[in-house]
Each structure stands twice: as C-alpha cells, then as structure tokens.
Nanobody, 116 residues
C-alpha cells in the first residue's frame, strides 16, 4: 500500500534552515507529482510546494517562494523540502502528499517549530 513517511522536522531559530524528507513506497514514485503541505495550529492545511514527476517543474506558495526548494530523488523514492530563512510563521506540521487513482495519500507529518 502507499506509504509516505516524513522526517527532518525540529526546533530551529528564526533565520535558520531545515531539510525535510519524505520516503515513499507502495507506488511508482517517479511517475507521480508530489506535494508538500503544512498546517499551523488553528489553521487550515495549506499548499507549500509541488514537483512534477521528473522534478523539472516546481511551484510554490507565495509565502515560501525564494526561501524553500522542493526536490526529489526518484532513484531513492524520496521527496525533499529545503527550507531556508525560516520565520516563526513557518511553524507548522509539514505533510507529504500525492494522489493515486484519484485517491489522496498523506504522511503522518513532521513538526517544524521556528522560535528563539
């Protein structure tokens, strides 16, 4: 079955960096668009970034453009999110997401906290 397992979250100071990973299994990773979403306390889950199957086209939410970079290693079935210049408002649970045969799949999420 489809499994998405995020890792790499943690506590970081404002201005710092983190790299999130999402290990995928149970499907042909290299043929699917992949996404990062996040959900802050008391807020709706929101789109962060997406990558086409080959990683040649990416798209970002305006709030993270120029600071975050989505990438993927299809040989390792792994999705990444490099987050630089982190701000307190980036604090959230970050989720890896894909859709297969019309069904949405989500990981369990990884907590990112930006605080001094």
């Amino acid at each position: 079955q489809v499994q998405l397992v995020e890792s790499g979250g943690g506590l970081v100071q404002p201005g710092g960096s983190l790299r999130l990973s999402c290990a995928a299994s149970g499907f042909t990773f290299s043929t699917y668009f992949m996404y990062w979403y996040r959900q802050a306390p008391g807020k709706e889950r929101e789109f962060v970034a997406t990558s086409t199957s080959f990683g040649d086209i990416t798209n970002y939410a305006d709030s993270v453009k120029g600071r975050f970079t989505i990438s993927r290693d299809n040989a390792k079935s792994t999705l990444y999110l490099q987050m630089n210049s982190l701000k307190p408002e980036d604090t959230a649970v970050y989720y890896c997401h894909t859709r297969r045969n019309g069904n949405p799949y989500w990981g369990q999420g990884t907590q990112v906290t930006v605080s001094s």
